[in-house]
């Protein structure tokens, strides 16, 4: 059942970690305005709406072929995916232990570290577009 709610499932890891980036560095122009806490909470469920995207992905990859020319696409996604939820999740514990605020050094580590974040999630987004308009992964042909 997981496997069929990973089309569903997608858009809300999306939204909400790149939610928290924005609200993240709104805080750094805004501050005590309550930016931050919005971006900490807003990676918090990103998080954890990653963390059930992945799981029904993985179920979904099981019912490609193992033959399938799909898999050029596949592969990268997952391993992308996998990669986006630990660099989001390096953010998270970054952001824990830094909670009375960051150095400069720290600051720009962190903020680094969203930014390769940010291009992980439009890799992850890149292949699974092409998994869907490329190869047809997921979508049901029209009755005719």
């Not at 996604?77 to 830094?98: E, K, S």
Request: some cysteine.
């Amino acid at each position: 059942m997981l496997n069929l709610l990973h089309p569903q499932l997608v858009h809300f890891p999306i939204a909400l970690l790149l939610t928290s980036v924005a609200l993240d560095w709104a805080g750094l122009i805004w501050k005590d305005k309550g930016f931050d806490k919005a971006g900490w909470l807003t990676l918090l469920l990103g998080l954890a709406a990653t963390a059930f995207t992945i799981l029904s992905g993985l179920m979904a990859a099981q019912s490609i072929p193992a033959d399938s020319p799909a898999l050029a696409a596949l592969n990268p996604h997952r391993l992308l995916g996998i990669i986006t939820f630990v660099l989001f999740g390096l953010q998270a514990v970054c952001h824990w232990r830094n909670r009375a605020g960051y150095t400069t050094g720290k600051r720009i580590l962190h903020t680094a570290i969203q930014a390769i974040s940010v291009a992980a999630l439009i890799g992850v987004g890149y292949f699974g577009g092409e998994l869907v308009y490329a190869f047809g992964v997921g979508v049901s042909a029209l009755a005719r």
